[in-house]
């Protein structure tokens, strides 16, 4: 039985797959184990050229060849066809911290664990190279704790950092919950997170670094914002809203993850006033989070009401306020005062 499903989606990442790939191969794993499934999502340049010869030499490697239709559905088509006991999904332009997947997967399958959540590294390209060449390093031992879903929710989740790439998902758990991606958007990890979470009864948190998450590169899906990915976010929020409102919660749960939804709305606000230029699509944006999530209302907190009256009332406002605020009070007045006085 294949204990591991590995699936990489490939789209423009020649740079980075290569390191992708090899360090899979560098976690003391026996080929028998685990398959590795690469999701060829009509990558447009030399990605699958510059991993040929490593797919030549495995014989648990496949390739499934589509035409591009991003992330979510790649992940999607990978799950279908994972036979692994466990999944694994990392981005083809990050890596794993050699010999660290393997703990994990032992301890998975002994627990039966629904998922194993595990710590990351965040790096630039300078210092990824400067770490892969460094020394071997001792590795502590690996301890885990056991929650459920929700309590990950309220003790663990940074809004921010829904990442699927630092767990291991029980295959099982995924496909009897119809748990899948939402097609065509950035930003899907947020609302599939929740709806895992939300769903999971036995989760392993472990403090381990698992992952190298490759920061600053004009590769990566969200480097920069624009009014398709800020229509993206809208409708990742709504997903978000959706599962939290379907389950029957306890108050505690649905106050986080509603304080966490407002969290998301204040950092894509934040960064659409501070990297999109024109008014229009900037209001374009307030408009199809309104539309999206009709229904959103916060009572948690006085600030959160405040900013969701203004938000859906007078949206327009709304973002020109944000907008001066942001590029002229943070950028421009307030480090006059504090240079002059």
Not at 129 to 156: M, V, W, Y
Request: with cysteine; glycine share 2%; charged share 25%.
């Amino acid at each position: 039985m294949t204990k591991l499903s590995i699936l990489v989606p490939v789209y423009n990442v020649e740079k980075y797959v290569r390191a992708c790939i090899e360090s899979i191969y560098r976690q003391g794993l026996n080929d028998e184990e685990f398959e590795v499934i690469i999701v060829n999502d009509g990558t447009e340049d030399k990605s699958m050229e510059v991993i040929a010869d490593i797919i030549n030499q495995h014989h648990n490697i496949s390739v499934i060849n589509q035409e591009n239709q991003g992330l979510s559905v790649a992940r999607n088509t990978g799950i279908a066809a994972a036979k692994g006991e466990y999944i694994l999904m990392p981005d083809s332009d990050d890596l794993l911290i050699e010999h660290s997947l393997k703990p994990l997967l032992i301890k998975a399958i002994e627990s039966h664990a629904d998922l194993v959540v595990a710590d990351f590294l965040t790096m630039n390209d300078n210092e990824i190279a400067n770490f892969t060449k460094s020394p071997s390093r001792p590795h502590s031992i690996t301890t885990f704790i056991e929650k459920t879903g929700q309590q990950l929710i309220l003790d663990d989740l940074i809004p921010h950092e829904c990442y699927v790439w630092r767990t291991l998902y029980n295959r099982h758990f995924l496909i009897n919950n119809h748990l899948k991606f939402y097609p065509g958007i950035t930003y899907q990890d947020r609302p599939f997170t929740y709806a895992c979470y939300l769903k999971a009864n036995k989760c392993l948190k472990t403090s381990s670094f698992l992952y190298i998450y490759r920061k600053g590169h004009p590769t990566a899906a969200s480097y920069l914002i624009n009014k398709k990915k800020a229509f993206d976010y809208c409708i990742s929020i709504s997903e978000i809203w959706k599962v939290a409102n379907t389950e029957r919660l306890p108050i505690r749960v649905r106050e986080t993850i509603t304080t966490n939804i407002a969290k998301n709305i204040a950092a894509l606000t934040r960064r659409t006033v501070r990297e999109i230029k024109s008014r229009k699509e900037r209001t374009e944006v307030i408009d199809h989070l309104n539309n999206v999530l009709p229904q959103l209302s916060f009572r948690y907190s006085t600030k959160q009401t405040i900013l969701s009256y203004l938000r859906k009332h007078i949206p327009h406002i709304y973002m020109d306020i944000l907008y001066v605020y942001a590029n002229f009070y943070e950028d421009r007045f307030r480090p006059f005062i504090k240079h002059t006085f």
